[in-house]
């Protein structure tokens, strides 16, 4: 699979994003023959990719497909495997993310993962938990977290007992304290391998509107296997089979007009 | 019908013969707390936690200065054992994989399973012989081997038990991995670690055989952690073995001052992990 064309030409990158909405953003990572091994297993094959600043872009696939494992290159989480090699080039706007210091580089790319996993700490010391490791203390503190539980839409169901355990709260509910958790040390990029996946249909669209909103400040990737999912709020959508992208477009072509015959038919739900 | 007769019969005689087995083991334990009661139940009076032992022969006096002593023996394994035991549990839960933990493991497999009047041996060897006299220090350090492998397998198999999303959910805010160990697996794995912890120290507590060849014995205070101290095992050990009624009568007492020492710690390390162990979401 060489490198995607685009269905649209892009525009040369506007150096001042905001002065004039630029139709095409700088990418925020440039992914380039990115391959991925698990001990001898080849789990990515040659991926190329550009994800735009302040957009939503959506990774779905079957399972086993590579997209988590993908999502998992980007803050290096896959350091955590024993064997996990990569090979390629990931850029973060232009500086070579895999010789990044690691905990700068998951500070500037944050993650929340399919299943909320919120520490047995109250809520406010899991909010302040990732400011506190980098030495944050006070009243700074405090407005942080107050800050980034309203970014999370939280702030006016937990106010009054933050200092309650985070497991008091409902499944939804931790997953946007996760959320919350993550926005706290202000990340460039949020990555959110599956988020909703075990939530309920209420909690889940109540993700969907804070991703939304966030994607202002923040550019955000989402692996999902919910497909209307991508198609609801994703600016662009890439297709993973077997390790390899197979399409990366605007949303609404790849739902609508997939140039690839692979994308139809899982779009179509013919496999996967 | 004969089958559905039989078939009840049989179930019925299984369940009574499990039944029996089971009340059979907890009987064990209450008829030797019955005795001990019964036994020591009189000799535990005011002066046994306040007097000398007596010369031979006379009777009353105490077993103050063992009281004391087994704390002061028992404190000094904990602060030897616990540090290196938790440490050591760290690390083959966190950071270890390959060769060198397995064989820590293993060897503290071994080690928990040596006779404990060989590990009493060691310590002599160790400790006692060359500073050329028993002491309260020399019994820590023979209880404190004893505690060191409990402590490590505890301490790991908790850890373990922290979900790998809680790592990865501290990792991915930029935590090193040390601070994701100290500030969310050890906090959220604390209560079984230290019920380990617990329970490993309710069982040197009953240990006599080590300190038979460590901290030995003395009819006196002991003023220093250099000298020969006495310890309710020994005292025990040493006053049921006399022709004396009267030292037989404060040797159960100091028996049943011992067991019940014991169950307090093993009924404090259930409370501890049932108010709140990790809970699963």
Not at chain 2, 100 to 113: E, K, Q, S
């Amino acid at each position: 699979m060489g490198t995607l064309s685009r269905s649209t030409t892009p525009d040369p990158p506007s150096v001042h994003p905001g002065t004039n909405a630029p139709e095409r953003v700088l990418p925020k990572l440039k992914i380039s023959h990115l391959n991925f091994f698990y001990g001898a297993y080849q789990a990515l094959h040659d991926v190329e990719l550009e994800i735009s600043a302040n957009r939503i872009t959506a990774l779905i696939g079957p399972s086993g497909c590579g997209k988590s494992t993908f999502l998992r290159v980007l803050n290096r989480m896959y350091e955590t495997v024993r064997n996990a090699r990569v090979a390629g080039e990931v850029l973060l706007d232009g500086e070579n993310a895999l010789a990044l210091d690691v905990a700068v580089l998951r500070r500037r790319v944050g993650m929340v993962f399919q299943k909320p996993n919120p520490f047995p700490k109250s809520i406010f010391d899991n909010v302040a938990y990732g400011l506190r490791v980098n030495g944050t203390r006070g009243t700074v503190l405090r407005e942080a977290v107050e800050h980034s539980l309203k970014r999370a839409a939280l702030w006016d169901e937990v106010k009054d007992q933050l200092h309650q355990s985070a497991y008091a709260l409902s499944g939804g509910q931790q997953q946007r304290l996760c959320i919350a958790r993550a926005l706290a040390v202000n990340p460039e990029v949020l990555l959110l391998d599956e988020p909703s996946s075990a939530l309920d249909p209420i909690a889940t669209a109540k993700i969907e509107e804070l991703l939304f909103h966030l994607k202002a400040n923040c550019t955000i990737v989402i692996v999902t296997h919910n497909m209307q999912q991508a198609a609801r709020i994703a600016d662009e959508t890439g297709f993973f089979l077997l390790g390899r992208l197979i399409e990366f477009d605007r949303t609404a072509v790849i739902f609508k007009n997939p140039a690839k015959k692979e994308t139809e038919d899982y779009i179509t739900g013919r496999f996967g | 019908m004969m089958r559905h007769r039989w078939r009840k019969f049989v179930n019925a005689l299984m369940f009574g013969i499990t039944a029996l087995c089971a009340l059979a083991s907890v009987c064990v334990l209450f008829w030797i707390l019955g005795y001990l009661v019964w036994n020591g139940g009189r000799a535990l009076d005011l002066d046994f936690f306040t007097q000398l032992p007596k010369p031979p022969g006379e009777t009353g006096g105490g077993m103050a200065n063992a009281v004391i002593g087994s704390g002061q023996i028992i404190l000094v394994a904990a602060l030897i054992g616990v540090p290196i035991g938790f440490l050591g549990g760290v690390y083959l839960a966190e950071f270890g994989s390959g060769t060198v933990p397995f064989l820590i493991r293993y060897t503290a497999d071994l080690l928990n399973g040596v006779p404990s009047i060989v590990i009493g041996i060691f310590a002599y060897t160790l400790v006692v012989v060359p500073a050329k006299h028993f002491s309260a220090f020399a019994g820590g350090v023979a209880l404190s081997i004893i505690l060191i492998p409990t402590t490590l397998r505890t301490t790991e198999q908790f850890l373990r038990a922290v979900p790998q999303t809680l790592r990865e959910g501290a990792l991915a805010l930029g935590a090193s991995k040390w601070q994701a160990v100290a500030t969310v697996v050890v906090p959220a794995a604390i209560r079984g670690v230290s019920t380990g912890i617990i329970l490993g120290i309710a069982r040197i507590a009953g240990e006599t055989a080590p300190l038979l060849f460590t901290s030995f014995s003395n009819r006196y205070w002991g003023t220093s952690l250099n000298q020969p101290t006495a310890s309710l095992p020994v005292m025990i050990f040493t006053y049921a073995i006399s022709p004396y009624a009267d030292w037989h009568r404060q040797a159960w007492a100091a028996a049943l001052l011992l067991l019940a020492a014991m169950l307090l710690l093993n009924i404090a390390a259930r409370l501890a992990l049932s108010r709140g162990s990790y809970q699963r979401t």
